[in-house]
């Protein structure tokens, strides 16, 4: 089991964990009104994806991470993914520029990617976590801090969108 750190607390994560290269996992959501949305890991405009995950008590990271991505010159989805539906968090919504909270209802991002913390303060949270999906859906960049209070890495974002921008041909690996 992967650890981290909150506070003084160590807490423990679920044991899956998907990794750089590894091709990213479509799954399912609830939006901010409660309706069931289809999360896609690639998209027929061939625009990248970043799906951030955050325990609630940490969201008001979210502003700062919304602020800088509104600033990306190319296309991209963006979701920051909760545990749990609250109407807190669903309130956020209307004053985000670019990314779009949604809620873990399913229990799907939290296992499929290794985000879901399963002891301690936050059990049943989802820890702070970026994913940087490629036009082609694989995982091409991960931030998952050990301590949940280090804020995601902005700077080393811009270095990976960029990359993954540029590495993309869209003739696959036999062209």
């Known amino acids: 089991m992967?650890?981290?750190?909150?506070?003084?607390?160590?807490?423990?994560?679920?044991?899956?964990?998907?990794?750089?290269?590894?091709?990213?996992?479509?799954?399912?959501?609830?939006?901010?009104?409660?309706?069931?949305?289809?999360?896609?890991?690639s998209h027929t405009n061939h625009a990248m994806s970043v799906f951030i995950s955050l325990p609630t008590p940490l969201m008001d990271e979210i502003f700062i991470l919304d602020e800088f991505l509104s600033m990306v010159q190319v296309e991209i989805y963006c979701y920051v993914v909760f545990s749990h539906y609250s109407d807190e968090v669903a309130s956020i919504s209307s004053k985000l520029k670019t990314i779009k909270p949604i809620f873990d209802e399913f229990n799907e991002f939290g296992e499929l990617y290794g985000t879901q913390i399963e002891s301690g303060s936050l059990a049943s949270e989802l820890c702070k976590s970026l994913f940087l999906v490629s036009k082609d859906g694989a995982i091409f960049y991960i931030d998952m801090p050990q301590d949940l209070q280090t804020p995601l890495d902005r700077d080393r974002l811009q270095i990976e969108l960029n990359k993954a921008y540029l590495t993309y041909t869209g003739v696959g690996c036999h062209g």
Do not use: H
């Open 2 to 41: 992967s650890e981290i750190r909150y506070k003084d607390e160590i807490l423990c994560l679920t044991d899956e964990f998907t990794d750089v290269g590894y091709m990213a996992e479509n799954f399912e959501a609830l939006d901010a009104n409660k309706e069931s949305i289809s999360i896609k890991r």
